[in-house]
């Protein structure tokens, strides 16, 4: 069977994420099933996480991400395969690690929070290089998750020269 253009497959039913433990992992436990901006609902839908996640020591925080990545690697393949469809926009695992490397070592306020998902969303959207040219040339589950990890990264690195900045 050949993969489908990702626009032309609905997101599951809610009833199918139940059923299928990576399908409710990728789709973000139901944000991604979102028809308005599916990427930006699931950045909301991690940062209850990422703010239980603020609350453990840095090396916890930092081992859980990393599990989270990798573990996501796996998850968005069995996704895109149990779909048919590579990266379908409804896949926001990847949204939650990239907020999630964003995050890391945040001060834990409202404002640096808000800037951190202002910035991981940014470079999600945009893609500047060298996230674009990973987004169009890494596929499968690493496909999948390279940009958002890549984003979190430097959005990551803006967020901590700002508080270095500003504090």
């Known amino acids: 069977m050949s993969r489908a253009d990702k626009s032309a497959v609905p997101a599951p039913s809610f009833r199918r994420l139940l059923r299928s433990p990576s399908l409710l992992l990728a789709f973000g436990f139901g944000s991604g099933c979102s028809r ?8 909301v ?20 991400v990393l599990l989270a990545a990798v573990a996501g690697v796996w998850i968005c393949r069995q996704a895109s395969d149990e779909l048919q469809v ?3 926009s409804g ?10 490397i964003t995050l890391i070592a945040a001060p834990q306020h409202w404002f ?3 800037l951190g998902f ?3 969303r940014f470079f999600d959207i945009l893609k500047p290089w060298p996230i674009s040219y990973f987004d169009r040339h890494v596929h499968g ?16 690195l803006c967020l ?8």
Do not use: K
């Open 141 to 156: 589950g690493l496909g999948i998750m390279i940009d958002d990890i890549l984003a979190g990264f430097f959005a990551a």
């Open 112 to 114: 640096w929070l808000l």
């Open 86 to 88: 590579h990266d379908h």
């Open 160 to 167: 901590q020269g700002l508080v270095y900045w500003v504090g």
């Open 45 to 64: 839908a991690a940062m209850p996480f990422a703010i239980a996640l603020l609350q453990l020591p840095l090396w916890a925080y930092a081992m859980l």
């Open 36 to 43: 308005w901006a599916p990427g930006t609902v699931g950045t």
């Open 118 to 120: 202002a910035l991981f």
């Open 91 to 100: 896949i926001v695992w990847d949204e939650f690690v990239g907020l999630w």
